[in-house]
């Protein structure tokens, strides 16, 4: 899940109370943010991301496998070019979702406008999304509708 400074500690209670496994933070560089004289500039975002329940590491297995980056730096998707307000790039998703078994199943509670369904699709991952408003459900269902076809198109 995505969130800023201040909501990082309510979100990693919430994950422990619902009983998912915290398992850490990651950082999104966006490399921009909004100048404030005099302050720092608040240029990434948080992924907190968990289990439900253990992820035991195959030592053996994992051998010569390195872990997965702590930061990334990806540019924001261009406003003009959005279609939800705090979209993420796919490009950003598609590196996160390596944290998932190939063919396994991403679950996105606050769906947007899709792009994590659309990461999903282009990596070959089953995907499960939810989101209140209809417009933004209607929009997320165009997306990934759209990468599958694409997919079956270069196939």
């Not at 100048?35 to 051998?63: H, M, T, Y």
């Not at 990596?123 to 997320?140: K, V």
Request: with cysteine; net charge negative; charged share 25%.
């Amino acid at each position: 899940m995505f969130v800023d400074w201040r909501n990082l500690p309510a979100m990693t209670d919430a994950v422990q109370m619902a009983g998912w496994v915290w398992r850490g933070v990651v950082v999104w560089d966006k490399g921009i943010s909004r100048n404030q004289p005099g302050r720092f500039r608040n240029d990434c975002e948080f992924v907190v991301w968990c289990s439900n329940g253990d992820l035991p590491i195959d030592w053996k297995a994992a051998k010569g496998t390195k872990a997965m980056p702590g930061v990334y730096h990806v540019p924001i998707v261009a406003p003009k070019q959005r279609f939800h307000q705090t979209e993420k790039p796919v490009e950003l998703l598609e590196s996160l979702l390596a944290i998932c078994p190939p063919g396994g199943t991403v679950l996105d509670a606050f769906m947007g406008s899709g792009s994590t369904g659309v990461a999903a699709v282009k990596t070959g991952r089953s995907f499960i999304g939810m989101e209140l408003s209809d417009q933004y459900f209607d929009t997320a269902t165009k997306r990934i509708q759209e990468a599958e076809d694409e997919l079956l198109n270069d196939f």
